[in-house]
């Protein structure tokens, strides 16, 4: 594997580490919770943009890699928007991400640098 690839996935598992244990931290359970701490939410949304730029520069040294990242162009458009419409950002938007979309980012990129 390229190296500039394992780094970036390594900048990826660990902005997704970091999201955990920050939730983890806060105790959050709910969107509630999640809406109440200030931030908490600018540091998942500033993690959440490293893992855009991560990805981004992932796909811009090979492609291929589009197919085996399955969310790979929304979580690139999740990070143009948190960083160029910042004052648009939608908490409902971003738990929902946390909630239903970084588990299966995380799974993903746990066998491109771990695989079988």
Same mark, same amino acid.
């Given at each position: 594997?390229?190296?500039?690839? %394992? ?7 660990? +902005? &997704?580490? %970091?999201? %955990? +244990?920050?939730?983890? *931290? ?9 809406? +109440? $701490? ?20 992932? =796909? ?20 143009? $928007?948190?960083? $160029?419409?910042?004052?648009? &950002?939608?908490? *409902? ?8 979309? =970084?588990?299966?980012?995380?799974? *993903?990129?746990?066998? =491109?640098?771990?695989?079988?």
């Amino acid at each position: 594997m390229d190296d500039r690839i %394992e780094k970036c996935l390594y900048d990826v598992a660990f +902005a &997704i580490e %970091e999201i %955990e +244990a920050f939730i983890k *931290e806060y105790d959050v359970n709910t969107f509630f919770d999640y809406k +109440a $701490h200030l931030m908490l939410k600018r540091a998942v949304e500033r993690n959440l943009e490293i893992i855009g730029e991560a990805v981004k520069r992932i =796909l811009k040294r090979n492609p291929a890699y589009e197919k085996r990242i399955t969310q790979s162009k929304a979580i690139i458009s999740l990070r143009n $928007h948190v960083i $160029h419409a910042y004052d648009g &950002i939608s908490d *409902e938007n971003i738990w929902s991400i946390l909630i239903n979309h =970084l588990p299966k980012l995380k799974r *993903e990129i746990n066998s =491109l640098m771990y695989p079988l």
